[in-house]
């Protein structure tokens, strides 16, 4: 069973920083990419950032480029999500996802490409 168990949330003050982790089990992690995604109240979830397999690639939303980066390390099954300067606006439920396809050479940002997602983390930026 998959399993995906994001960690690292909480409340700061605008212009702080918080680091996501997300910690997966059940699959062999090397081999797909993961990505980050958010759902601000009233909102429909939108992308955040992913990472390749390898960490050689990675995308981040225009909004958020800059300010977070997406990394992961292979060894720890984890995927990590820094988050610096952070504004209200990055306040919303921020989870992780696991791709369906293995060894993907570009990974992706569309959301049904990704077949595993974790509960989700809490980020609440004040201003």
């Known amino acids: 069973q998959v399993r995906l168990v994001e960690s690292g949330g909480g409340l700061v003050q605008a212009g702080g920083s918080l680091r996501l982790s997300c910690a997966v089990s059940g699959r062999t992690f090397s081999r797909y990419a993961m990505g980050w995604f958010r759902q601000a109240p009233g909102k429909e979830r939108e992308f955040v950032a992913t990472?390749?397999?390898?960490?050689?690639?990675?995308y981040h939303a225009d909004s958020v480029k800059d300010r977070f980066t997406i990394s992961r390390d292979n060894s720890r099954n984890t995927v990590y999500l820094q988050m610096n300067s952070l504004k209200p606006e990055d306040t919303a439920v921020y989870s992780c996802?696991?791709?369906?396809?293995?060894?993907?050479?570009?990974?992706?940002?569309?959301?049904?490409?990704?077949?595993?997602w974790g509960q989700g983390t809490q980020v609440t930026v004040s201003s």
């Open positions: 990472i390749s397999w390898s960490g050689g690639t990675t």
């Open positions: 996802a696991a791709d369906s396809t293995a060894w993907r050479t570009v990974p992706t940002t569309h959301q049904n490409s990704y077949a595993y």
